[in-house]
């Protein structure tokens, strides 16, 4: 698996600004590009009928002048609707849910408002797209919520003069992004486990196309090489407690193994329901460990050992950062989690 790349360093961006004292204008921009009003607004509405050396310079043009399109009327309200634009896949799955009350609650906070589209789960995925449906709606700035690679990550270009977050652990080179630390969160699980004596840990992780399981896939990876252990290919499910359950009976069969580190708490719950039906005793002869502890206010007395996302502190990253003017350096803001102790990890037999 190829590494995600930890880089932390700021990326080089371009700012939006005003002209000459004023907002900029359509007319402004076909000026200094040489084009016409209408070539302006094609390139601005990203209708297809413009060359894409035309489209290119516009664009250019638009990041140095600042030019923000005027979607939806927005000049009538002075440009500023107190809202910000939030893009999702499956508002469903409980990570997503979990990041919109963060969002939320930051929002609330400071007496903005949402504006929310979501992406079916078998629609291509494009930022552009994304970025292009959010520009349209009466939105201050964007969050985009990237739970799986988007095809044109590194070639993405923000919308001019909107500010555009990306929720993702891969640093863009013209967007900030933030996220909770889903490597570093590895590294919490495994000391936990090492410190406790084991080092025949297997990994269950989310599906392919997730980014948080590649990432904590590839922290657990690193981790056991820092120990000169190899690794024992990690079992996939589908985030929901059943596959875990399902990976859980194939693991119960592993009497190598002596603790499971589980990307998520729904399929750790799964595992440990089918590893004691098979006989095989929590934490006595295996421990387990989730992450995300997203079951306690569910599950009551609940004894999973897992690792806490502050998402509050997530959520008022993502809002702060996608109400500031289109930053001159997009950051990487990774935000560490906390192992939450209970008791399903117990010293090695």
Known sequence: MQRPNQGGAPATGAAGGSYKGRAVSM?????????????????ANGVPNVSEKTRERVLAVMRELGFRPNYAGRSLRGGNYRAIGLCVY???????????????AAARERGRAITMIEMR????????????????????????GMSRMAPDFERFVPQPGMSTVIVTMYAHPRCTTVDSDHYGCSHLVMNHLFDHGHEQVRFVGGPDHSIDSEFREAGW??????????????????????????VGQRLAADRSMTAVY???DQMAMGVIAALRAAGRRVPEDVSVVGIDD????????????TV????????????????????????TVRIPGVLIERSTVADRA
């Open 221 to 246: 990876r690193d981790a056991l090489a820092s120990r000169g252990v190899a690794p024992v290919e990690p079992l996939r499910g589908d985030w929901t407690a059943m596959s875990g359950y399902e």
């Open 90 to 104: 499956d508002i469903t799955k409980i990570g997503n849910l979990t990041m919109l009350d963060g969002i939320l």
């Open 308 to 331: 806490r996302f502050d998402l509050r502190e997530r959520g008022q990253a993502v809002f702060e950062h996608a109400m500031h003017e289109p930053e001159r350096q997009p950051y």
């Open 27 to 43: 007319s402004d921009v076909a000026a200094a590009a040489g084009v016409s009003q209408q070539t302006v607004s094609r390139v």
């Open 121 to 144: 789960e078998d629609e291509a995925f494009t930022l552009t797209e994304a970025s292009q449906r959010m520009a349209a709606l009466p939105v201050d700035g964007m969050i985009i």
């Open 294 to 305: 997203s079951l306690a206010e569910m599950v009551p007395n609940i004894e999973l050992t």
């Open 262 to 264: 589980v990307a998520n």
